[in-house]
């Protein structure tokens, strides 16, 4: 019996028991499209969350503040702030760093008229442009001179923005703000950046570092120093600088430990991706799962129609049909039922990840890899499944299949 006469059988036998071979099939259709939403949606998250850890800044480097212990308890991330303007200037001095723009964060509440909005709030320098790579949409950014000399100027984002003047055509660009009661101008509108994590970037407030410093938060310290290296590869040299700057600024002794952490970007984005990695196996794994009872569902179902048809196994065998014959019939007649599940699965993976895109609010990205390997699982699941039952209908003696009722 030739292989294309193996296949027109098999579709034979799958059309006579159309529903008994859909039901079959759903456990394979079901994990294929499952692995396939599941993998374009951790890929699609993996890719946003890149964007947006490199949205951040160009080669960026953080420098946050070191951990205080208290007796044998570490009080956390940020409880030993000694970061200061003096560290910033200091660290801009350096030959591989292109840009350094300290911040101080906080919450306020911006009155204009009747309207009255909380946002969060933060003072950072004029270079907060190039280290943050953000841009201003409308009007402009506060100068050097605006910060040294302590001017009340803002700079919105555009959720801010929409608040603020939502029921009122005003340009926002020179109107006067109450900013915890201290009036500010607004001097620009930033161009939109959407969020980084929990953190919504076109929901803040800049204003100059040295009036948040002096007229809202009252401290003396730097919450974050944000600092861009001159190139990609100067990156562990600019580490090092700002380590070696810092030690010296804050006169601490070779076998002190540094009071202070610095993050680089490639240390965010890496730790981002492992996490989402790794949530994608899971949910990939838990959705394979479907494909083993897929299988065991093609072998139940391969195993029946053994059964069912004893006697024409045995009519073949007694007019010639070989072992090997009975078990390539079989055996392709559950790899097919496979294999239409399977590319049936990946139809409607592929679909519902479109639309998940679209009306999920998530985003996804359809890649051949998670696709072919797909495909490929169906095929395996009807190879693996299928020998058996293939196995026991070439067994069969003839005379005993013909005997069969």
């Excluded at 919450?223 to 600088?241: K, L, P, R």
């Excluded at 039922?337 to 359809?366: E, P, W, Y």
């Amino acid at each position: 019996m030739s292989f294309i006469e193996c296949v027109r059988i098999s579709f034979r036998s799958i059309r006579a028991n159309g529903l008994r071979s859909i039901l079959t099939m759903l456990g394979i259709i079901i994990g294929v499209a499952a692995v396939i939403a599941m993998v374009a949606i951790g890929e699609g998250t993996s890719s946003s969350v890149a964007s947006q850890i490199n949205g951040l800044g160009s080669n960026l480097l953080i420098v946050s503040p070191g951990q205080a212990t208290q007796g044998r308890v570490n009080l956390g991330a940020g409880s030993l702030n000694t970061l200061t303007l003096a560290d910033a200037e200091a660290i801009e001095t350096k030959e591989s760093v292109s840009g350094v723009a300290p911040s101080v964060n906080g919450r306020a509440q911006i009155v204009w008229g009747a309207s009255n909005y909380s946002s969060s709030l933060e003072g950072t320098t004029a270079a907060f442009l190039q280290v943050r790579n953000a841009q201003v949409e409308s009007g402009r950014f506060f100068s050097n001179f605006e910060v040294k000399q302590q001017f009340n100027v803002a700079v919105i984002g555009t959720e801010v923005a929409s608040n603020l003047f939502a029921n009122n055509s005003t340009n926002p660009i020179g109107q006067t703000v109450q900013i915890n009661r201290i009036p500010f101008t607004i001097i620009g509108v930033l161009k939109s950046q959407g969020s980084s994590g929990m953190t919504n970037n076109d929901d803040r407030i800049l204003i100059p570092i040295t009036t948040a410093m002096s007229r809202l938060t009252g401290g003396k310290n730097v919450g974050t120093i944000y600092v861009s290296a001159a190139s990609a590869d100067q990156m562990e040299q600019a580490q090092a600088d700002i380590q070696s700057t810092l030690r010296s600024n804050h006169n601490l002794r070779p076998q002190t430990a540094d009071d202070f952490r610095i993050t680089s970007q490639s240390d965010i984005l890496s730790t981002a991706q492992e996490v989402s990695s790794s949530m994608t196996a899971l949910l990939s794994g838990i959705a394979a799962i479907s494909l083993i009872v897929g299988g065991i569902g093609v072998m139940n179902i391969m195993l029946v129609s053994v059964t069912e048809r004893t006697r024409e196994i045995g009519i073949r065998k007694a007019i010639g049909a070989k072992r090997g014959d009975i078990l390539r019939q079989f055996l392709i007649e559950a790899v097919t039922l496979s294999l239409i599940g399977g590319i049936v699965g990946i139809v409607i993976g592929v679909g519902a990840a479109l639309l998940i895109s679209k009306f999920g609010g998530m985003t996804t990205a359809i890649s051949v890899s998670p696709i072919l390997y797909a495909f490929l699982t169906s095929s395996l699941v009807g190879v693996v499944f299928g020998v058996y039952p293939a196995r026991k209908a070439a067994q069969l003696k003839p005379i005993d299949a013909l005997r069969y009722e």
